[in-house]
């Protein structure tokens, strides 16, 4: 188990002693799960962007479904998907700076 004082010098002289403050398990638990939830919001952005990316053009490919309207549905998905991602970057404004 760490000590929670820390052996201090200054300058070669006397030491002395000083308390050192140990981090807020609250904010530790707040900071991971902001991150965790920006990590899964991430997550279902890539997902949107690579799914609504290659299902139309593999639809428009193989002539199920007009170029226009593929492009139309890639178009979507992308701006869906960057929503998502700079949602995410968001949540992570919230972490709280830890002492």
């Given at each position: 188990?760490?000590s929670?004082?820390?052996?201090?010098?200054?300058?070669?002289?006397?030491?002395?002693?000083?308390?050192?403050?140990a981090?807020?398990?609250?904010?530790?638990?707040?900071?991971e799960?902001?991150?965790?939830s920006?990590t899964?919001l991430?997550?279902?952005?890539?997902a949107?962007?690579?799914?609504g990316?290659?299902?139309?053009s593999?639809?428009?490919?193989?002539?199920?479904?007009s170029?226009?309207?593929?492009?139309g549905l890639?178009?979507f998905?992308?701006?869906?998907?960057?929503g998502?991602?700079?949602?995410?970057?968001?949540?992570?404004?919230?972490?709280?700076?830890?002492?």
């Amino acid at each position: 188990m760490q000590s929670p004082f820390e052996l201090i010098s200054e300058n070669g002289g006397g030491a002395g002693v000083r308390f050192a403050r140990a981090e807020s398990p609250v904010s530790l638990i707040h900071n991971e799960r902001t991150k965790l939830s920006a990590t899964w919001l991430n997550s279902i952005a890539a997902a949107a962007v690579a799914v609504g990316g290659i299902a139309p053009s593999i639809a428009a490919v193989t002539g199920t479904l007009s170029p226009l309207l593929a492009a139309g549905l890639v178009l979507f998905w992308f701006l869906v998907g960057a929503g998502l991602h700079f949602t995410a970057r968001a949540i992570l404004g919230r972490l709280r700076d830890t002492p």
